[in-house]
């Protein structure tokens, strides 16, 4: 399959359901109507996502939205449901990289001014002995008392390579793990397509009508 840039958009790509008239100028309560079928999701094929070769790592840089990013990497904003799915992020305001205005606007509204310059926890630094051998890496959270004993060289050291990090410091990193996402390269579009598609199609059964359109229950039993 080939893509075209006239069926990019995500909502095309979803089945239909044929469900309830909620109109209300309906005729009666057995009236349906045809609706896209929000509730189906894709996912991407493991065999597909498990295949590094596929994929690269990116940065969110800056205030970019997941449009532009699609953009950037296919040459069409109306691919920013790829960038999204191939990252698994269903809540694009929780799950994506705030921009400046929306951060500054959620912290100023969790804390106070004095509560930002807390310290919030502490972190490793990384640690080496004296031969260059690792004895812990950075990143790990530690208490404010930590040390580390170990031999070096015949003798034992003692070391607290820690830093503490503020409120502002936690969010900011929080936020900005947000922008290491995998981006799925433009040469392997036309599988991922594929491989939506047959996720997005119905399988047999008694709602079924056509592989993109089924029938729903109507929960009504007296007209209104």
Do not use: C
């Amino acid at each position: 399959m080939t893509y075209s840039k006239s069926s990019n958009s995500y909502f095309k790509q979803l089945p239909r359901l044929d469900y309830p008239s909620l109109a209300n100028d309906r005729q009666s309560a057995y009236d349906f109507q045809i609706v896209k079928n929000f509730f189906k999701r894709g996912v991407i094929r493991d065999d597909i996502f498990n295949e590094i070769t596929n994929f690269e790592k990116y940065i969110v840089e800056g205030d970019e939205r997941p449009d532009q990013v699609a953009y950037k990497i296919y040459g069409d904003s109306a691919l920013d449901w790829v960038v999204l799915t191939s990252n698994n992020i269903i809540h694009v305001r929780d799950e994506w990289p705030m921009s400046q205005g929306d951060f500054l606007n959620y912290i100023n509204g969790k804390y106070t001014s004095a509560e930002l310059s807390n310290i919030h926890h502490y972190e490793t630094l990384s640690l080496r002995d004296s031969k260059g051998n690792l004895i812990h890496p950075a990143g790990i959270n530690v208490e404010e008392n930590f040390s580390v004993t170990f031999l070096d060289n015949g003798a034992y050291r003692t070391e607290s390579k820690k830093k503490s990090l503020t409120f502002l410091e936690n969010e900011t990193a929080l936020n900005d793990k947000k922008r290491e996402i995998n981006i799925l390269k433009p040469s392997a579009l036309d599988q991922f397509f594929e491989n939506f598609n047959e996720i997005m199609k119905y399988k047999p059964s008694r709602q079924f009508v056509s592989e993109d359109l089924k029938k729903t229950e109507n929960p009504r039993i007296i007209s209104p």
